[in-house]
């Protein structure tokens, strides 16, 4: 009988021993956002084997739509390959950098082939006019929506445990 209690005993910790462990070990790539300050999630994309994705928003100054287009390298880096605005005033590059293209069309301006690598993207969310949103499969996503403007974010691609997937806000439900 006393054999009985151990042999159960022993099932139960190791049951709880794989939940823990289940629930603690990293298991979705997903393209995070934390508050840079704490380091909390504040909300998450999931990429599921999906590596493009933009970042477009107001530009302060001159009012015109910016956006940046983005690549997730395979050892999880983010790659800026391209850039879109509509002025070249203040805070926007007026040609492109070695290497890079730069071409003009439809009133827009475009640096093209660009090789830029991030571990992570630093972004102050816009309070009053930015509204960023991030684009992923074609469809939009205002970060107002999800994280109070004025907050710095650090956006990256990590692997996010079910306890993180739990606590953060899907964007993209």
Same mark, same amino acid.
Request: aromatic share 12%.
């Given at each position: 009988? %006393?054999? *009985?209690?151990?042999?159960?005993?022993?099932?139960?910790?190791?049951?709880?021993?794989?939940?823990?462990?289940?629930?603690?070990?990293?298991?979705?790539?997903?393209?995070?956002? $934390?508050?840079?300050?704490?380091?909390?999630?504040?909300?998450?994309?999931?990429? *599921?084997? $999906?590596?493009?994705?933009?970042?477009?928003?107001?530009?302060?100054?001159?009012?015109?739509?910016?956006?940046?287009?983005?690549?997730?390298?395979?050892?999880?880096?983010?790659?800026?390959?391209?850039?879109?605005? *509509?002025?070249?005033?203040?805070?926007?590059?007026?040609?492109? $950098?070695?290497?890079?293209?730069?071409?003009? %069309?439809?009133?827009?301006?475009?640096? *093209?082939?660009?090789?830029?690598?991030?571990?992570?993207?630093?972004?102050?969310?816009?309070? =009053?006019?930015?509204?960023?949103?991030?684009?992923?499969?074609?469809?939009?996503?205002?970060?107002?929506?999800?994280?109070?403007?004025?907050?710095?974010?650090?956006?990256?691609? $990590? %692997?996010?445990?079910?306890? %993180?997937?739990?606590?953060? =806000?899907?964007?993209?439900?």
């Amino acid at each position: 009988m %006393k054999k *009985k209690g151990s042999i159960i005993g022993l099932f139960i910790f190791i049951m709880l021993f794989f939940i823990c462990v289940g629930y603690f070990l990293p298991i979705e790539k997903c393209l995070s956002i $934390e508050e840079l300050s704490s380091g909390r999630e504040l909300a998450y994309i999931p990429l *599921k084997g $999906e590596r493009a994705f933009q970042i477009q928003y107001t530009h302060s100054i001159h009012l015109s739509e910016v956006k940046e287009f983005y690549k997730i390298q395979g050892d999880g880096n983010i790659r800026q390959v391209e850039l879109m605005y *509509k002025d070249t005033a203040i805070g926007m590059p007026s040609n492109a $950098e070695k290497g890079e293209t730069f071409e003009m %069309k439809n009133g827009e301006y475009y640096i *093209k082939n660009m090789k830029r690598v991030f571990p992570y993207i630093n972004l102050s969310t816009g309070q =009053v006019v930015a509204n960023h949103r991030i684009i992923f499969k074609g469809r939009t996503y205002p970060l107002k929506d999800t994280i109070k403007p004025g907050t710095i974010v650090q956006i990256k691609v $990590e %692997k996010l445990t079910l306890y %993180k997937l739990w606590r953060g =806000v899907n964007i993209l439900d």
